[in-house]
């Protein structure tokens, strides 16, 4: 199985923490860039994080500060800590390969993370 396999997700309320796990699969994701994504209801997927092969990351403004990217190359996991959360982080998260999730393939079934106000 090629496909990621998100978990982690949940309800939470709005201040809370929630920790993502990505399990992927070695050819998917050694010496590949990765990345979180999610989709809001009624929106277009977007991107939240990312962390290069060698450690370094990314966050997109809304998450800079609060959420936290990690990789454990030997176990192919790739975790999202996410910390303060707010309702508008309500979302399907995802996790792929930045090279595939630019060609739109290999998306996984994500994991529902739902934040009450």
């Known amino acids: 199985q090629v496909q990621p396999v998100e978990s982690g997700g949940g309800l939470v309320q709005a201040g809370g923490s929630l920790r993502l796990s990505c399990a992927a699969s070695?050819?998917?994701?050694?010496?590949?860039?990765m990345g979180w994504y999610r989709q809001a209801p009624g929106k277009q997927r977007e991107w939240v994080a990312t962390?290069?092969?060698?450690?370094?990351?990314n966050y997109a403004d809304s998450v800079k500060g609060r959420f936290t990217i990690s990789r454990d190359n030997a176990k192919t996991t790739m975790y999202l800590q996410m910390n303060n959360l707010k309702p508008e982080d309500t979302a399907v998260y995802y996790c792929?390969?930045?090279?595939?999730?630019?060609?739109?393939?290999?998306w996984g079934q994500g994991t529902q993370v739902t934040v009450s106000s």
């Open positions: 962390i290069t092969s060698s450690g370094s990351t």
């Open positions: 070695r050819s998917l994701f050694s010496s590949n860039d």
């Open positions: 792929n390969a930045v090279y595939y999730a630019a060609l739109n393939t290999y």
